[in-house]
């Protein structure tokens, strides 16, 4: 059936072209996602709300912070948080772990069995 209204088109008009979707309108246009785009190269560590704050003041409704997700994954970039603390070594994580009690009940003398180093 495709191809006989493919073939009909090509004999009428002398063209074949892709009809519209019939999904969702897009909630920004092609100039509101170079924006998003151009943001979030421009500084890679830039979090979605403040992707959000760099978009131009045209917009009435801003788009949200998934469909600034959205469109940068459309693109093959994703943001990047910076980082909001420093991972914790081996030896930090034995320390955590020997720290908690197994039975329930906290000893006072198992605080100072682990120095961190």
């Known amino acids: ?3 006989a209204r493919c073939w009909q088109q090509w004999i009428t008009e002398g063209r074949v072209y892709r009809r ?3 999904g969702r309108p897009r909630n920004t246009n092609d100039r509101e996602d170079r924006a998003i785009r151009r943001v979030a190269t421009s500084a890679p560590t ?3 709300a403040s992707i959000q704050l ?13 469909t600034i997700r959205r469109r940068l994954t459309e693109v093959g970039l994703r943001s990047r948080r910076p980082l909001r603390r420093l991972p914790l070594t081996p030896h930090h994580r034995q320390c955590r772990l020997d720290f908690l009690p197994t039975s329930g009940n906290l ?3 198992r ?4 120095h961190l180093q």
């Open 1 to 3: 059936m495709v191809v």
């Open 20 to 22: 519209g979707g019939s």
């Open 54 to 66: 760099h978009l131009p003041p045209s917009r009435h409704p801003v788009p949200s912070r998934e």
């Open 111 to 114: 605080l100072e069995t682990c």
């Open 46 to 48: 830039t979090s979605l």
């Open 107 to 109: 000893e006072c003398d």
